[in-house]
């Protein structure tokens, strides 16, 4: 035992010791992978001599039989593949183990027992192969949330076979890099928060980084989370809401051993493909990935296939900028995302069959099979069915009556062929469905039962205009993906059975209801900060709205109080934009007060933020965001000092890492994080209205240890109010 030898030297022991057996398994996982593909080019060749006469016949009419004969062959070749994947992944998993095995350590005596047990814990565990004994203990594993949860004394977790109690007596912390005990001490929750502190005292990292060594107990709480079909999170801005997500999405994968979860069982919905990119590398760390990560655009790409879609971004871009139709713009979104359009799409949706579709007798060999008004009363009643399952059974009925119940072999070519012209006839446009809205005024009036026509005469217009062009609105788009849901549903998500949502208050009512339509059978965990809407003002009643549409049995609202990132002043500065009741936290580290600085010309502007950039680099920040309103004015500020410093502009497109010196758009920095930020355009005519107090929190809280606010001639009278340092 460590009594009997100085602490150092039992705990360097003891990594030793581990190492050794992740590298014993190493080794032999590497042997495995070398004989598994040894066997994969083996089987490829076999598969290849015994299908070679299979495939020549694929075209004949024994190819029924020749595929059969080609797919016994091909499914061991592809077996044989994903265990040699599976090898490799455990490679990777051995081989940062040997880097870092284990972050924490608790001695735990079970009531009853005289023996205490040295409990090691790390991002992933590891066994003794013959006895199956654990080395290491994964971070997910049930008696590891002690370490989470309880200080030294009476303590519990939950296993599978019921609640075990006893006493916690230790609690240790290890900072183990290439394998070398760099530090270690024995830990309270005081002494935690002050390791804690001594992280997020470092430079951000040019990707999130898994946090698994700092999770407080709240956060572990959500996200161990198994009992809540919606567990909804409403956290202040660098509370670890991202953080929680990913490693709630790894846990719920530790889980599925269990129960059966996959990869492909999880989504992830990010805000934008930058933010997605910056959290790429966490799962992977915590053992986990291929799980399936999408924003919005891309859900409505896969339901919208046929026509261009504004992205998210360039509608943003039109609601934060001062552009002519910014207030018209932002009263559409809401008006189409809200219930009461969702009525105006559902009563449509009723009245299609009736009205909207116009069928033409079918003819088959000269005669008529089929009248048009037989094939509307097919279509017609039966409310509970979709209309688009309606449609492929009026498929399956004409060719019936033509072919009978089983088609000959000489009949399914000219079969196939009749089915085509069949398909043409009962595939509905659903753009050209929607447009009929707002080119049938009266008929639209009809079906907005409360409101006057004066009230939405300006966005019917509106929207009519803008369905002339080739460009489906944003807005629009998302009323064009309910209404393919609603008529033809999908399978692509079938597997889906755990979904994750960031930035819960950016999505609206509509949004909420795709999302439901998408994974009807999954299980939601939805983080938010109402505080940091972009286009739009929300309120804690959003959770409620979402609780109703995704209709689950069993729903939680958890809030997490405590903000990580920022330090006591900047804190303090970005919540002079709230409302004066918030209750958000400081996690207590001190830094410098933010600075506010109004130039007299754009020669000296230019001039403060080349120095402010200069001092942030030779203070060692190594990611510094200068962040604008919009795109537009990131776009003139990166040619304005692009020849001076090496600066990189941030727009659609993905970028490789955060580390150096970025201009970013400020709906596209939500979720990110700089060691320093330099918002660049802080005047009276960007920010001076109630919206823009959000865009100013959201800003101002991604920096880390140091925040700017520049401008050009006058300074935002949103920002004069606030004592802070002036340079």
């Known amino acids: 035992m460590e009594s009997k030898q100085p602490l150092r030297e039992y705990e360097e022991k003891r990594l030793k010791e ?115 004994e654990m080395v290491v203990y994964d971070w997910r ?27 916690l007596l230790l609690k240790r912390q290890y900072e183990i890099k290439n394998g070398t005990l760099e530090y270690f001490f024995d830990a309270d929750v005081r002494i935690v928060d002050e390791f804690l502190r001594q992280l997020l005292s470092q430079n951000a990292s040019q990707k999130m980084k898994a946090i698994v060594e700092t999770i407080q107990q709240e956060q572990d709480i959500v996200i161990r989370d198994m009992e809540n079909d919606l567990l909804m999170v409403q956290g202040a801005a660098g509370s670890g809401k991202t953080s929680i997500a990913l490693h709630r999405a790894a846990y719920l994968m530790y889980q599925g051993l269990k129960t059966k979860l996959t990869a492909n069982n999880i989504i992830i919905i990010s805000p934008n493909s930058i933010f997605e990119q910056y959290i790429s590398n966490v799962l992977p760390e915590l053992g ?106 009026l498929e399956d009925h004409i060719l019936e009556i033509i072919f009978g119940v089983e088609t000959p072999r000489e009949q399914r070519e000219e079969k196939n062929i009749v089915k085509q012209e069949i398909q043409k006839l009962i595939t509905l446009d659903i753009v050209r469905l929607y447009k009929i809205l707002f080119h049938n005024e009266s008929y639209f009036y009809s079906l907005t039962p409360g409101n006057s026509p004066e009230t939405l005469k300006e966005l019917w217009e509106y929207t009519k205009e803008n369905l002339e062009t080739d460009l489906l609105s944003y807005d629009d788009a998302i009323a064009v993906a309910y209404l393919y849901l609603k008529i033809y549903g999908t399978n692509q998500y079938r597997t889906i059975k755990q979904v994750v949502i960031d930035e819960a208050q950016d999505y609206y009512p509509l949004q909420y209801e795709i999302f439901r339509l998408l994974f009807p059978k999954a299980k939601f965990t939805i983080l938010g ?14 959770y409620h709205q979402i609780r109703k549409i995704l209709n689950k049995k069993k729903a939680s609202l958890v809030t997490l109080e405590k903000s990580f990132r920022c330090t006591n002043e900047i804190l303090e500065f970005s919540l002079s934009f709230l409302p004066q009741d918030q209750a958000i936290k400081s996690f207590n580290r001190n830094g410098a007060a933010p600075q506010v600085l109004a130039a007299d010309s754009a020669e000296a502007f230019i001039d403060a933020i080349g120095t402010e950039v200069t001092y942030c680099l030779e203070q060692g920040f190594r990611s510094i965001g200068l962040i604008c309103k919009t ?97």
């Not at 049930?142 to 109690?165: K, N, Q, V």
């Not at 900060?529 to 959003?542: A, G």
Request: proline share 3%; charged share 30%; aromatic share 10%.
């Open 141 to 167: 594993s049930p008696i590891a949330s002690i370490f989470y949860r309880f200080m030294t004394g009476e303590a519990f977790y939950d296993a599978p076979c019921g609640r075990l109690t006893g006493q």
């Open 529 to 542: 900060d109402m505080h940091q809407t972009l286009e739009k003002k929300e309120d804690l009643s959003l």
């Open 288 to 393: 986990e990935d291929n799980i399936v990560c999408a924003v919005f655009d891309d859900l409505l790409g896969d339901i919208i296939k046929d026509r261009a879609i504004e992205p998210r971004n360039d509608f943003l871009e039109h609601m934060i900028a001062d552009s002519p139709y910014k207030n018209v713009r932002k009263r559409s979104m809401e008006w189409k995302t809200s219930k009461s359009f969702q009525e105006i799409l559902d009563r449509f949706l009723q009245d299609i069959p009736y009205q909207w579709i116009e069928f033409d007798d079918i003819y088959y060999e000269g005669s008529c099979i089929v009248s048009k008004e037989t094939l509307k009363a097919k279509i017609s009643g039966r409310p509970e069915t979709p209309l688009g399952a309606k449609l492929e059974q």
């Open 18 to 132: 581990t190492i050794a057996f992740a590298q014993e398994q190493l080794t032999q996982a590497k042997e495995a992978a070398q004989r598994k593909k040894s066997e994969i080019i083996e089987a490829k060749k076999e598969s290849w001599e015994n299908t070679e006469h299979a495939i020549t016949n694929l075209w004949t009419s024994d190819g029924f039989e020749a595929l059969a004969e080609l797919s016994q062959y091909v499914n061991p070749v592809t077996d044989k593949i994903i265990d040699y994947e599976e090898q490799e992944h455990r490679i990777h998993l051995l081989e940062t183990m040997i880097q870092s095995p284990y972050f924490a350590r608790i001695d735990f005596r079970f009531d009853d027992e005289d023996d205490v047990e040295e409990i090691y814990i790390g991002r992933t565990s590891l066994k003794k192969d013959r006895y199956q």
């Open 631 to 727: 795109q537009s004015n990131s776009a003139r500020l990166w040619e304005t000092i692009k020849s001076r410093m090496n600066v990189q502009l941030i727009g659609n497109e993905t970028v490789s890492d955060l580390q150096g010196v970025f201009i970013i758009p400020v709906y596209m920095a939500k979720g990110l994080e700089f060691d320093a930020v330099i918002i660049c355009d802080a005047d009276s005519q960007n920010y001076r209205s109630e919206d823009d107090k959000s865009l100013l929190y959201v800003a101002c809280t991604r920096a880390l240890h140091k925040l700017s606010l520049f401008c050009e001639n006058e300074i935002s009278p949103l920002i004069q109010a606030i004592p802070v340092s002036c340079g």
